[in-house]
């Protein structure tokens, strides 16, 4: 028997793909590292709930068929449409982000993710930057999955545009170019702490954005 959760996951995948490249056209700028088969932690700015999909878009079919996005269980669990877009069609791993509330720890379950041979698409800083920051303070999930699978490369993408695409409360998108940055891996490495570690990946992140190159060349 056919299952028809995978085949409902490609198509969706597919659909979605060709929707955000005929609104933002989005392309990937692969700055310090290239398309990969290998098991990848994408790690991202975050402004839009539009911003994995236009992030797995720039990925190959292969990697993005087997790539899913770490999102919050509260957004996604708030209603039974929005539980079944994430559970069945954008396959996501859901995770209880109050620590006081949740049944389960966020770290097993990313963990089981990335067992079951999946890449990851994660938002350090942890929830959507509203703020004129460009980049919010990011949590301890990084560090801790770094730590517990060291050989899964971590890469910075900044994603540009996103957020003026699809903002805060907007259901139809506005039609803008968008891309993609892809950075060099970044590893932990034996000797370094969690803040030192989530300063630099904080860091290596914040220098693929544009603004921020154009503001240190005018600075």
């Given at each position: ?19 955000a490249r005929a609104i933002t056209g989005v392309r990937p700028i692969w ?9 990848r932690i994408y790690f991202a700015n975050h402004a839009s709930h539009g ?110 545009n996103m957020s003026r695409v699809l903002p805060k409360g907007a259901f ?48």
């Amino acid at each position: 028997m056919i299952e028809t959760k995978p085949l409902l996951r490609r198509a969706a995948a597919m659909v979605l793909a060709g929707v955000a490249r005929a609104i933002t056209g989005v392309r990937p700028i692969w700055q310090g590292c290239a398309p990969s088969k290998r098991q990848r932690i994408y790690f991202a700015n975050h402004a839009s709930h539009g911003d994995f999909i236009l992030l797995s878009t720039c990925l190959l079919p292969e990697e993005r068929e087997r790539t899913r996005a770490v999102a919050g269980a509260d957004y996604w669990r708030k209603n039974r449409i929005r539980h079944v877009l994430a559970r069945d069609l954008l396959n996501t791993v859901l995770v209880e982000r109050n620590w006081v509330e949740r049944e389960q720890d966020p770290m097993v379950i990313m963990l089981d993710a990335l067992d079951n041979g999946h890449s990851l698409i994660i938002f350090p800083e942890g929830t959507r930057n509203m703020t004129d920051d460009p980049l919010l303070r990011f949590r301890s999930g990084l560090y801790n999955l770094a730590f517990a699978r060291p050989d899964v490369e971590l890469i910075p993408c900044w994603i540009e545009n996103m957020s003026r695409v699809l903002p805060k409360g907007a259901f139809l998108p506005v039609p803008l170019l968008c891309r993609v940055i892809f950075g060099a891996p970044v590893e932990l490495t034996p000797t370094e702490d969690r803040h030192a570690f989530l300063d630099r990946a904080r860091l290596a992140l914040l220098e693929l954005n544009p603004e921020h190159q154009r503001s240190l060349n005018h600075g």
